[in-house]
Antibody, heavy 122, light 108 residues
Framework: QVQLQESGPGLVKPSQTLSLTCTVSGGSISSGGYYWTWIRQHPGKGLEWIGNIYHSGSTYYSSSLKSRVAISVDTSKNQFSLKLTSVTAEDTAVYYC??????????????WGQGALVTVSS | SSELTQDPAVSVALGQSVRITCQGDSLRGYYATWYQQKPGQAPVLVIYGQNNRPSGIPDRFSGSSSGNTASLTITGAQAEDEADYYCNSRDSSGHPLVFGGGTKLTVL
């Protein structure tokens, strides 16, 4: 059974960098075949896709966040990470990591972390 | 365009059937994926592909698609089905970066 777990500071000051790590257990990122994804959810709002990374290090980001986002992978630790720079209160959200599976004319997130609430406040 | 539109809220009487819809241009080329989210919990995959359910998802959940509209049908809704439901699909980039705004399902 694959499990994902987010970790990182729950409070970040405005203008600073939000950093989160997702630790994957029960499966190896380096085995390939999946995209590893960050998704966020503002309080009381819907889901927003942030970006993903393949085990090779190839990334793809949301166009609205592209200038501030970086996702990296550490296959030796079976982790992938999110960095979001220059945060404001609008970046306050629950951040989820998830595994993205590709199929014919489809893609789906079959495993999710429990979510990490990050509050941006001074 | 890379947008998916859902009705904000839908209600259904206990034991009755309900359809939740999702509209968007990307659905002409890609299947919708459906997620259920209960308060304080992470989303859970309920339907993917043409009409596939992950292990553990009751068979009262089914999916269908026609043109630019995808539907999630719950046949015989139960109290535990009360939740937010989100559709998602790949867009022209090939990545599943488009989410619908979500539908809040109330079971009366």
């Amino acid at each position: 059974q694959v499990q994902l777990q987010e970790s990182g500071p729950g409070l970040v000051k405005p203008s600073q960098t939000l950093s989160l790590t997702c630790t994957v257990s029960g499966g190896s990122i380096s085995s390939g075949g999946y995209y590893w994804t960050w998704i966020r959810q503002h309080p009381g709002k819907g889901l927003e896709w942030i970006g993903n990374i393949y085990h090779s290090g190839s990334t793809y980001y949301s166009s609205s966040l592209k200038s501030r986002v970086a996702i990296s992978v550490d296959t030796s630790k079976n982790q992938f990470s999110l960095k979001l720079t220059s945060v404001t209160a609008e970046d306050t959200a629950v951040y989820y990591c998830a595994r993205d599976v590709r199929g014919f004319a489809t893609a789906y997130f079959d495993y999710w972390g429990q979510g990490a609430l990050v509050t941006v406040s001074s | 365009s890379s947008e998916l539109t859902q009705d904000p809220a839908v209600s259904v009487a206990l034991g009755q059937s309900v359809r939740i819809t999702c509209q968007g241009d990307s659905l002409r080329g890609y299947y919708a994926t459906w997620y259920q989210q209960k308060p304080g919990q992470a989303p859970v995959l309920v339907i993917y592909g043409q009409n596939n359910r992950p292990s553990g998802i009751p068979d009262r959940f089914s999916g269908s698609s026609s043109g630019n509209t995808a539907s999630l049908t719950i046949t015989g809704a139960q109290a535990e089905d009360e939740a937010d439901y989100y559709c998602n699909s790949r867009d022209s980039s090939g990545h599943p970066l488009v989410f619908g705004g979500g539908t809040k399902l109330t079971v009366l």
